[in-house]
T-cell receptor, first 115, second 113 residues
Framework: EPEVTQTPSHQVTQMGQEVILRCVPISNHLYFYWYRQILGQKVEFLVSFYNNEISEKSEIFDDQFSVERPDGSNFTLKIRSTKLEDSAMYFC?????????????FGEGSRLTVL | DAKTTQPNSMESNEEEPVHLPCNHSTISGTDYIHWYRQLPSQGPEYVIHGLTSNVNNRMASLAIAEDRKSSTLILHRATLRDAAVYYCILRANYGGSQGNLIFGKGTKLSVKP
């Protein structure tokens, strides 16, 4: 069964450093998403991406964050100048083209720890 | 986005049916009712979705009230693996929407052996 894969599974970084989280969506999917979940809290929407551009973003997704689909297979989330409060699980998801009722497929997540 | 209300937690016994309720009194005509679940230390996982009619799939059944202001996710025989947080989410189906899911706190289901 096809799946969304994310790397790294866990990354530890120092405050102020840049981090890139990588995702390989399911191959025939065209809509891509990043979510995050701070420990013990709910899953929060960050950004959606379609046709090589951001289609929607939340208030959390400020100038510190950026997304890119550099090579047609990877979908990356870059966090510049990380802060302690960026520590969370980051989930990538993808959806095939079609009606908005299509399900989102989520990866296992990347745990980011900022020290 | 229209809001959903779910109990914070529920308990079930293994191999018994589980009925997880969700209230969505402000649902609009274009909103689909989606259910996802999140097993411990994993990403969310699609369970089922519906619009007006009851729906069945290999994982669960979804019963939707006639006025669509509430719905119930039914797990026919709970297993220990079904212990998870279950999210009831309304998702608009119109051209301007990108199908984003907005998660609430969900219902934490515990399954006792």
């Amino acid at each position: 069964e096809p799946e969304v894969t994310q790397t790294p599974s866990h990354q530890v970084t120092q405050m102020g450093q840049e981090v890139i989280l990588r995702c390989v969506p399911i191959s025939n999917h065209l809509y891509f998403y990043w979510y995050r979940q701070i420990l013990g809290q709910k899953v929060e929407f960050l950004v959606s991406f379609y046709n090589n551009e951001i289609s929607e973003k939340s208030e959390i997704f400020d100038d510190q964050f950026s997304v890119e689909r550099p090579d047609g297979s990877n979908f990356t989330l870059k966090i510049r100048s990380t802060k302690l409060e960026d520590s969370a699980m980051y989930f990538c998801a993808s959806r095939r083209q079609g009606r908005n009722t299509g399900e989102l497929f989520f990866g296992e997540g990347s745990r980011l720890t900022v020290l | 986005d229209a809001k959903t209300t779910q109990p914070n937690s529920m308990e079930s016994n293994e191999e018994e049916p589980v009925h997880l309720p969700c209230n969505h009194s402000t649902i609009s005509g274009t909103d689909y009712i989606h259910w996802y679940r999140q097993l411990p230390s994993q990403g969310p996982e699609y369970v089922i979705h519906g619009l007006t009619s009851n729906v069945n799939n290999r994982m669960a059944s979804l019963a939707i009230a006639e006025d669509r202001k509430s719905s119930t996710l039914i797990l026919h025989r709970a297993t220990l693996r079904d212990a998870a947080v279950y999210y009831c989410i309304l998702r608009a189906n119109y051209g301007g929407s990108q199908g984003n899911l907005i998660f609430g706190k969900g219902t934490k289901l515990s399954v006792k052996p």
